[in-house]
């Protein structure tokens, strides 16, 4: 910060914190209200969706309406319910279910470009996914797990048991599946080593 005090050349007036009286109100009024960006959250913002739907549409020179829009959405909510969230995930995977032909590659250099993971994208259009899972029957990316932990499962809890579901407030999530989904979050981050600590926080901040 700057101790000194400085002066306009042609008034006789301190420019400094101590002189900013109303200022800052007046600088903000002037301003124009910008979308949030989640920054911190772990969750995409609509901003952040809406950026990296139309990076897609516009990268793959498609109309630019809310039909191919729609089309985009929903191959992304199917794709990530699929598995896009994980890195091993091939790039060369494919969703082609709505008319559009929609590569793994082209989600995650869309999100890139939006500075967000795709699994923070997941995690901000999560109701949305459980839609398509529910249409399609696609199973979460931890049912294989839950399914090895609770041999009487209900065959309807597998499309919940995706890792960007943790701590979704949705309530048609079922309370078991939710807590199974809270315990694996602790059994997955919980620090044995510094190094796996480290690991911990990689996965935790994506």
């Given at each position: 910060?700057?101790?000194?005090?400085?002066?306009?050349?042609?008034?006789?007036?301190?420019?400094?914190?101590?002189?900013?009286?109303?200022?800052?109100?007046?600088?903000?009024?002037?301003?124009?209200?910008?979308?949030?960006?989640?920054?911190?959250?772990?969750?995409?913002?609509?901003?952040?969706?809406?950026?990296?739907?139309?990076?897609?549409?516009?990268?793959?020179?498609?109309?630019?309406?809310?039909?191919?829009?729609?089309?985009?959405?929903?191959?992304?909510?199917?794709?990530?319910?699929?598995g896009a969230?994980?890195?091993?995930?091939?790039?060369?995977?494919?969703?082609?279910?709505?008319?559009?032909?929609?590569?793994?590659?082209?989600?995650?250099?869309?999100?890139?470009?939006?500075?967000?993971?795709?699994?923070?994208?997941?995690?901000?259009?999560?109701?949305?996914?459980?839609?398509?899972?529910?249409?399609?029957?696609?199973?979460?990316?931890?049912?294989?797990?839950?399914?090895?932990?609770?041999?009487?499962?209900?065959?309807?809890?597998?499309?919940?048991?995706?890792?960007?579901?943790?701590?979704?407030?949705?309530?048609?999530?079922?309370?078991?599946?939710?807590?199974?989904?809270?315990?694996?979050?602790?059994?997955?981050?919980?620090?044995?080593?510094?190094s796996s600590?480290?690991?911990?926080?990689?996965?935790?901040?994506?």
């Amino acid at each position: 910060m700057c101790t000194k005090t400085q002066k306009t050349e042609n008034k006789n007036e301190e420019i400094g914190l101590d002189s900013i009286g109303d200022g800052l109100d007046q600088i903000l009024a002037e301003t124009t209200n910008k979308p949030t960006q989640g920054a911190g959250t772990g969750i995409a913002s609509k901003f952040e969706v809406d950026q990296v739907i139309k990076d897609m549409i516009t990268k793959k020179k498609l109309s630019m309406d809310q039909k191919t829009y729609n089309r985009v959405y929903a191959s992304v909510c199917h794709m990530v319910q699929q598995g896009a969230t994980s890195p091993k995930y091939a790039d060369s995977r494919m969703v082609t279910d709505y008319g559009i032909d929609l590569k793994v590659l082209e989600l995650r250099n869309a999100c890139k470009t939006a500075g967000i993971t795709v699994r923070k994208l997941a995690r901000g259009i999560r109701d949305d996914v459980i839609k398509v899972a529910m249409k399609h029957g696609i199973e979460g990316n931890l049912s294989k797990n839950y399914k090895l932990e609770n041999p009487n499962f209900d065959p309807q809890d597998l499309i919940w048991v995706s890792d960007f579901q943790t701590f979704s407030e949705n309530p048609a999530m079922p309370e078991n599946v939710r807590q199974w989904l809270l315990e694996n979050y602790r059994s997955r981050f919980k620090p044995y080593s510094k190094s796996s600590q480290k690991g911990n926080f990689d996965s935790q901040i994506e």
